[in-house]
């Protein structure tokens, strides 16, 4: 089975500021992963995914993240943040073949200040 | 416009006092499922239906039921709510059980008093 930590629950940052989320990922076998968005009082919505091919996956609103098999990490960063990016970001994970839903982590707020 | 539409959006309810939280999708997908989400959990999977009359359980599936009659459709039926369901539920859809790019809906927030 496949399983999620996010290592940080809450991350404060100044606007303007760069941020890293980070997120670390279990599996046995090949996986997918994925960063979703949480804006307050929202659904959430894909940021990016690691399919396959370069480790280095730019998604929507300026993020990026990078898959390290080796580290089995999958950090989201960003190089400069604003306040609209205050929300609740999730990492998740799924095998690459096979019927495997989801496996989502716990979650981590960032809280952008001005 | 492709979408996911859970209503109702905001619902309380009374211990034990059957409810049913419905959740369409436009898309054709096959693949749909139930998440609840809890402050310090993360979304942890209720259901999920890989299509038309198939569905099986996610990680807690305990109190809850669904069913599959049609494609576009996938209701979460509580038979008899308890305050510990308090929670906010999303649905979401795919094209495949590998959700390649999962859609979700907007949220069911949900009080069981």
């Known amino acids: 089975a496949q399983s999620v930590t996010q290592l940080d629950s809450q991350v404060p940052v100044f606007e303007e500021a760069p941020v890293e989320l980070r997120c670390n990922y279990s599996s046995s076998v090949s996986v997918y992963l994925f960063w979703y968005v949480q804006y307050p009082n929202q659904g959430l919505q894909l940021l990016l995914k690691y399919l396959s091919g370069s480790t280095l996956v730019k998604g929507i609103n300026g993020f990026e993240a990078e898959f390290n098999k080796s580290q089995t990490s999958f950090h989201l960063r960003k190089p400069s943040v604003h306040i609209s990016d205050t929300a609740e970001y999730f990492c998740?994970?799924?095998?690459?073949?096979?019927?495997?839903?989801?496996?989502f982590g716990k979650g981590t707020r960032l809280s952008v200040i001005a | 416009e492709a979408q996911v539409t859970q209503n109702p959006r905001y619902l309380i309810t009374v211990t034990g006092k059957k409810l049913t939280v419905t959740c369409s999708q436009n898309?054709?997908?096959?693949?749909m499922s139930w998440y609840r989400q809890d402050p310090g959990l993360g979304l942890r999977q209720i259901y999920y239906s890989m299509n038309v009359e198939v569905t099986d359980k996610g990680d807690v599936p305990e109190g809850y039921k669904v069913s599959r009659k049609e494609k576009r459709n996938f209701p979460l039926i509580l038979e008899s709510p308890s305050p510990n369901q308090t929670s906010l539920y999303f649905c979401?859809?795919?094209?495949?059980?590998?959700?390649?790019?999962?859609?979700f809906g907007q949220g069911t927030r949900l009080t069981v008093v």
């Open positions: 998740a994970v799924t095998r690459n073949s096979g019927n495997t839903p989801l496996v």
């Open positions: 898309m054709n997908h096959e693949y």
């Open positions: 979401a859809s795919s094209f495949s059980s590998n959700p390649t790019e999962a859609f």
